[in-house]
């Protein structure tokens, strides 16, 4: 008999991001391996069913009331009292992030296995007080903890019980000559350094480089580095978001990724890799990784322009390392987890 896994996570498919996408991969390989998985998420565009299934897992959404912050919490705590039942009743609850959700309820679930991931940070400055309080207690209350990223130990001041850094598809990478151009898959937001990327591409153009560049992805900075890349005339398409664009990855002889899932699909497909670190945490983020040595991390467009110009070649020991990386090796971690 399956066992019932009950996830709590801000946003789930088809929000792009990157929790999003790490369960929408995950709970397929957890159900063949004999997990249940509900995804409990909060209604995101109007549109959306308040249920439904996708692929071997269901989603369950809840109204937010996203007019004040107080009234968001009462409105997810009002939903998450409604899901008791569902949580009681469930043999696991993950939550992703969000320990907040299940506070009003913790003491009539108090016997249930809780178990929690921590997936990335709230400020690009670092963490607050209040937040290291947060994940510290979440740590204490939940029965272990994945960190996504060894930056959590650092920052958090949390010992993690397993450590991850993204996962990847276990199929048959496709032999391909590479593109002389550059890829940007992401949302095009600050954090994600698009315009630091775009204002690379216009210094090589400046000094006569020629390097193309395809943006799979949509955001809020998208009108900008639209504007951006039209008034400097630069080789670049805007392709809009893709849930398959990582399979493309490979065609291309740089990436220009900041985050784990694509970085680590990048390193598989041997695709070199320019990241962007504006702050401490971030520049902990990349750097406190098995494959720090094959990216390059930049903190200006200055650095991604030389980095651009001669590219640092994939380790092949890294690239296999990388492949090995796969959803279902991830989902045996969590099994582990939760026998903790």
Known sequence: MQKTVVHLSRLAYPHPGGVERHLDELLPELDRLGFKNTVLTIQDEKNQKLSESRKTYSIIRIRANKRTKLGYKISIWKQIIKYLGLLRTADIIHIHDVFWWPLPILPFISWK?????????????????????????????????????????????????LVSFGAVKSYKIPKTTKKAGAVFIGQLKEQAGI?????????????????????FGNGPLENIARSYAKKHDLSVRFLGWDENAYKKIGQYKIAFVSRYLSIIESLATGTSVIAVSSNEIKFDYLSMTPYSKDISIAESAEQIMSYAKKPVPVDKKMQSWAREQTWEKLARNYIELWQK
Request: charged share 25%; with cysteine; hydrophobic share 40%.
């Open 113 to 161: 296995k809780i178990f929690i991931t921590f997936h990335g940070y709230e400020k690009d400055d670092g963490p607050s007080f209040t937040d290291i309080f947060w994940h510290q207690l979440a740590a204490k209350v939940c029965q272990a903890n994945l960190c996504i990223g060894d930056f959590h130990a650092k920052w958090y001041k949390i010992k993690p019980s």
């Open 195 to 215: 315009m630091q990327y775009l204002e690379a591409m216009s210094l090589l153009r400046k000094n006569k480089d020629h390097l193309s560049l395809d943006i």
